[in-house]
């Protein structure tokens, strides 16, 4: 069975900087592309990165660009999101999802980040 | 960026009868390797979405054959036949085809 648990979250000030995890068992980690999709409070859905299955590769949407940084240990069998120079905007339950038969087949629980002074 | 437009925004149901949900998207969606990169979820309340139907009409595992996804180039559409209550929540559509991937607003399933 496919698990995702999310760690990390947590109330940081505009500016600052939080890092993500993702702890992923129940499938061969290493063989897939990961991405982090995000959902501001009583919003939809956005995409935010990815990274391909070994970290060669990755990609972002445009606002987060330059400040987010998506990554991954295969040998922990874990992804990263270190997210650097917080906006308010930015504020969302940010979920870790797997591309395995497709984008975003499964999905972690979500962990909250609120940027807030 | 490719704009996935969804009606309605609510949907009143009765448990047992059959909705559809209509995804729009202001481009052609048909990739160039041939398939179609369009896929539903379901985000059911206080819980994380999760995938439904994949590249248009395939139904994802554990997903029952209550659920069918039809359509092709830029108008999709996602059917429920005999509505359950675990069916209830908001439906999303999202489009992978072209770069960044987008969702749709969603489409909040409830009871009448």
């Known amino acids: 069975e496919v698990q995702l648990v999310e760690s990390g979250g947590g109330l940081v000030q505009p500016g600052r900087s939080m890092k993500l995890s993702c702890a992923a068992s129940g499938f061969t980690f290493s063989n897939y592309g990961m991405a982090w999709v995000r959902q501001a409070p009583k919003k939809g859905l956005e995409w935010v990165a990815y990274i391909s299955y070994d970290g060669g590769s990755t990609y972002y949407r445009d606002p987060v660009k330059g400040r987010f940084t998506i990554s991954r240990d295969n040998a922990k069998s874990t992804l990263y999101l270190q997210m650097d120079s917080l906006r308010s905007e930015d504020t969302a339950t940010y979920y870790c999802?797997?591309?395995?038969?497709?984008?975003?087949?499964?999905w972690g629980q979500g962990v909250m980040v609120t940027v807030s002074s | 960026d490719v704009l996935m437009t969804q009606t309605p925004v609510s949907l009143p149901v009765s448990l047992g009868g059959q909705v559809s949900i209509s995804c729009r998207s202001s481009q052609s969606l048909v990739h160039s390797d041939g398939n179609t990169y369009l896929h539903w979820y379901l985000q059911k309340p206080g819980q994380s979405p999760q995938l439904l139907i994949y590249?248009?009409?395939n139904r994802f595992s554990g997903v029952p054959d209550r659920f069918s996804g039809s359509g092709s180039g830029t108008d999709f559409t996602l059917k429920i036949s005999r509505v359950e209550p675990e069916d209830l929540g908001v439906y999303y559509c999202l489009q992978s085809t072209h770069f960044p991937p987008t969702f749709g607003a969603g489409t909040k399933l409830e009871l009448k």
């Open positions: 999802t797997t591309t395995i038969t497709t984008p975003f087949d499964y």
């Open positions: 590249r248009v009409s």
